[in-house]
């Protein structure tokens, strides 16, 4: 029963650097979410996705990427890094959208210094 | 804009209290509203989903209202226990289905 799955739990970038944070799920869920979660701020969507190829904008899209290349990946990229990226990130997925419950992973913690 | 809130932000009961949770939210047009859960260090779980056409939702000691006009919900915990110890997390599905979070109320049970 893996469900949704994030690599890495931890890491630390230099101001700059780039990475990419991978999410993959095994309940053939269509649609596929990027949140990252700050104190105080809740959940704040960054992108999503509702099926294999398709991404869009959230709520804070600036200074990330994605893309959705296979049904159950779907990976964020932040192409240089800066320090206030500096939070906990949270893949979550669906069968239809929010009308149906979510499926988070258990995140991954980055810091930017 | 839609805003969640969540009072209190934190809440310490003992063990075997029933309790309530608060969430509300400003725009009433909503179609559905989530609980979660989220213990330290983990993702959320979803407890209870309430489409806005319902007025509640149960699942063992936990049970979820909703009252879409007055823009609330609670979530009762029947006869708390430690392991119910965790931040529950409030979020409606509104417009253009985004999904808007609460910042939370977390909760400590005490033996």
């Known amino acids: 029963n893996a469900g949704v799955t994030q690599t890495p739990k931890f890491r630390v970038l230099k101001t700059g650097q780039s990475m990419t944070l991978l999410c993959a799920q095994d309940m053939n869920h269509e649609y596929m979410y990027w949140y990252r979660q700050d104190p105080g701020m809740g959940l704040r969507l960054i992108h999503y996705s509702v099926g294999e190829g398709t991404t869009a904008k959230g709520e804070v899209p600036d200074g990330y990427n994605v893309s959705r290349l296979k049904k159950q990946n779907f990976l964020l990229g932040l192409e240089s890094a800066a320090p206030s990226q500096t939070s906990v990130y949270f893949c979550?997925?669906?069968?239809?959208?929010?009308?149906?419950?979510?499926?988070f992973g258990s995140g991954t913690q980055l810091s930017v210094l | 804009k839609q805003e969640v809130t969540q009072i209190p932000a934190a809440l310490s009961v003992p063990e075997g209290e029933n309790l309530v949770l608060n969430c509300s939210f400003t725009?009433?047009?909503?179609?559905?509203l989530q609980w979660f859960r989220q213990d330290p260090g983990k993702g959320l779980t979803s407890l209870l989903l309430i489409q806005s056409s319902q007025r509640e939702q149960t699942s063992g000691r936990l049970n979820a209202s909703l009252d879409k006009s007055s823009g609330r919900s609670t979530l009762y915990i029947a006869a708390s226990q430690p392991g119910d110890s965790a931040t529950y997390l409030c979020a409606v599905t509104g417009g253009g289905n985004k999904l808007t979070f609460g910042t939370g109320t977390q909760l400590k049970v005490e033996l």
């Open positions: 979550a997925s669906s069968s239809s959208g929010t009308s149906e419950k979510l499926f």
């Open positions: 725009d009433s047009a909503i179609y559905n």
